[in-house]
């Protein structure tokens, strides 16, 4: 099933009386190949590859019952994929995976006249600015400092018996990154904790903030490429930004295709203290 879901949050499923015909541009396309030539050279030497902007064309027919009926389905159709609203997100769903792909239409070309036989051929291009397409929703991994363990009775003396807990302290997870990409990654630090870290295991890099949180208070960290942003949130939530609290060996990393062990640590132990680490796989192509 493909449908588009606009800013207003409006749908347009393509199935029944609104067919998708022929749909191109999901696939790898307008890969830029950056090299780089020394003098006497023969060839380049390869430097990067770079995904660019990726297009969607989608073709589709508008069947009605007469004419009427299609100037309505036109116009239902123009409203939706009106270009003013911004971007929306074109959802591809298969059997065992729905990923969507942000993009804003460039417009819909109806071809010819109605049919008086009851259709209406038109094209609709889509632009979208990230070539990726990446999961519906969000993954969530909580990540705490303490998992908990086994209790034992100890004794002290003959006439007091104590609890004596040997806990496991649950600060390491491991994700897998099923998509072709780097995934940007949303973390939140929950409070208390002293100078929290989170360390990508795999890599070596990390994220560390030097601020201490109080109960209820957090940090939300965003690596995403052009949205990187570290808030604070107080226990009232008022918001500020906290940018300057960052360490400066951090790096604000992404998580790689493949399995990445994420560790969690505090200048104190604190059993409420804990991170969400919130990604999407994003694939080249579907």
Not at 17 to 45: C, H, M, R, S, W
Not at 63 to 87: C, H, P, T, W
Not at 262 to 278: N, P, Y
């Amino acid at each position: 099933m493909i449908k588009y879901i606009n800013a207003n949050q409006d749908e347009l499923v393509f199935e029944k009386d609104i067919k998708l015909v022929e749909i191109n541009g999901t696939g790898i396309e307008n890969v830029e190949i950056q090299t780089q030539k020394a003098p006497f050279q023969d060839g380049a030497t390869l430097i990067d590859t770079l995904l660019n902007e990726r297009e969607i064309s989608l073709e589709v027919v508008l069947l009605g019952e007469n004419r009427q009926d299609i100037y309505e389905k036109r116009r239902m159709v123009s409203n939706i994929f009106n270009s003013k609203l911004g971007v929306g997100k074109l959802v591809w769903e298969q059997e065992d995976i729905t990923v969507a792909s942000k993009a804003v239409s460039r417009g819909v070309e109806f071809l010819g006249a109605e049919s008086r036989g009851g259709y209406q051929r038109c094209i609709i291009n889509l632009y979208a600015p990230d070539p990726a397409w990446q999961d519906i929703k969000d993954t969530v991994k909580p990540l705490g400092l303490i998992e908990g363990g086994l209790m034992f009775p100890l004794v002290l003396n003959a006439d007091e018996v104590q609890d004596t807990v040997f806990a496991q302290r649950g600060e390491e997870t491991m994700i897998e990154i099923e998509g072709d990409l780097n995934s940007p990654v949303k973390l939140e630090f929950q409070g208390p904790a002293e100078n929290p870290v989170v360390t990508n295991e795999t890599t070596g890099e990390y994220i560390k903030v030097d601020r201490d949180l109080g109960d209820n208070e957090k940090l939300i960290i965003n690596t995403k490429f052009g949205e990187k942003s570290v808030i604070f949130e107080d226990n009232e939530s008022n918001r500020e930004s906290a940018f300057s609290d960052i360490d400066l060996d951090s790096t604000f990393f992404q998580l790689k295709p493949g399995k990445n062990i994420i560790s969690f640590d505090s200048d104190i132990d604190k059993e409420d203290a804990r991170v969400l680490i919130t990604y999407r796989n994003k694939y080249v192509g579907v």
